[in-house]
């Protein structure tokens, strides 16, 4: 397992926030199955094709070809790392992405040298989507230091959250309640924020149009917007809203406040409504909303890695197995995960698609040696007989060895690749730095992990 | 003095074990029939019998990955679920109108002879004859 994040478990340790630790229970199972010597977990280092450059300037960079040569099968389970941004909205130090808001309050190695958000010269902020991540970068705003204080928030983070002058935070979408992708337990939090309330939503909005079936989650969402967070509007210090039909269409410094030293900023905002085949579609109205930041929250797409489809947005598959782009599956070549179905679903979706995949892959290697209980064949989604051409085999058909690349072993001699038991060290130094100030964890960077390491090798 | 005793003994032995929960797979398959004891949850005693069930948030109400399938007389035995288990349950697969979080589903006497059947999206397999050791 090859990662360009110096630790494992990906966005668990860098995505999930840090006051939902429930959701990192599952690093227990990872764990466990770290513990088959079977598995290798190689971190820091980047797979690299001529086109990209690694974000993370400490990677060590192992060419593409390098794995073709070293190994029979390939799977990519890399994810949707590249934010979506808005045509409209260029990014600049008061338009970001959430993707770079959520790798700040990580400490995510892409951002471990480059400045926090200005969150002490920031009143307003406007969040563009209305996803769980929307919800999550509006509870981190909104929700007191103190109460975060005690979870695996890193003390420069709390540090910047402590000085923040933050307020209110409208969180803007295109089309209306029915069609928002964020999930009723993030809706919950945050109508539950201690010191915010939200604006009422205009109720012509939660009227459920004619004839119109609502599922379960959108049932749930239209009653929990119709009654309204915990604390009544007014009576907090801070508030926040759902601004629903709403496209940003420009941002410009605020006119008559040029010269302020806030330097607030003013965002256009074109009205929609819904078309037939419920798309947001212009009515010509538009207004204009007074903030100090923009927080674009519009999904992910993958990396322009071998056999990513710009137009889908990830890896070209059929039933996890890689296709090229004349439609020729590639032989033991696969793709699991955000990686291969595009930046949606939660956790459940995600291992679901794992466990499929693997299903091919032994399917694939071993026909017919295994069984489901119920007694079928198991198979997999596509079978492979179906399956219309098959492109020339990139992998190497035998490999005489176990081992990695040269450079990786080498890598691993100088302390510059991570493997499983140096993250378990680093993990448990963590836990005991946070210990000292009652906290989940204390978060290292890559430097403090390394040398933290060295250290531990030199003591032995 | 004797007697006493003796039915004091069988009360306990009687009272920790609370009856039977059958385990199906998506078909309807019988997976395995379990005694359940007091205290038990249907995801801990699937997984102390080796009952492919995924548990990815250990119980801590977080994920969608215990869900069950109950009968609908056992159903309506049980307390409403509260508002944090049904927002994990509007995301589980092959949501149906009887369907638990394995992890919140108590067990108690008069859920004796209760079926749990596993949504359709879980997987089970193994190699012919061998069980991959459940952890």
Known sequence: MYDRLWAPHGLVRYGVAPDHPEVKNCTNKFDITAKDPRLRFFGNVNITTPAAASPIPHNLSLPFSSLLKNYTHLLFSSGCTIPTFHPALPPSDRCISALSFVHWYTQHPSVAHKPPPPLEKTEHVSIIGQGNVSLDVARMLLTPPSTLEKYDVPNSVLEVLRRSAVKRVSIIGRRGPLQAAFTVKELREMMNLEDAAMDPVDPALLAVPEGEKLTRQQQRTMQLLQKGSKNQPGTTPKSWSFEFFRSPTHLAPAPEDALSSTRPLSLTLAHTTLSDAKRAVPTGESSTLRTSMVVTALGHHGEPTPWYDSALGHVRTVGGRVVDEHGHTLRNVYASGWAAMGARGVLASTMMDAYAVADTILSDAFPGEFRKEDGDALGSVVPQGDVAKAAEPVLADVVESDDPPAEVEEGLREGVVTDYDGWKLVDAEEVRRGEVTGKERERMGWDEARTFLSQVKSNQ | ?135
């Open chain 2, 1 to 135: 003095m004797l007697t006493i005793f003796k039915l004091y003994g069988t009360g306990v032995l009687h009272d920790r074990n609370l009856g039977q929960v059958h385990f199906k797979d998506s078909k309807g398959n019988l997976l395995k029939t379990i005694e359940a004891n007091e205290g038990d949850d249907l995801l801990s005693i699937a997984h102390e019998h080796d009952i492919d069930l995924e548990g990815a948030c250990e119980g801590s109400v977080a994920c969608s990955t215990c869900h069950v399938i109950l009968t609908p007389e056992h159903y309506d035995l049980l307390p409403e679920p509260e508002d944090d288990e049904n927002d994990m349950l509007d995301m589980a697969f092959g949501l149906t109108d009887t369907s638990r979080l394995g992890c919140q589903v108590q067990l108690t006497r008069e859920l004796d002879g209760m079926v749990a059947t596993l949504p359709s999206a879980t997987r089970n397999m193994f190699v012919d004859g061998k069980k991959p050791t459940h952890h």
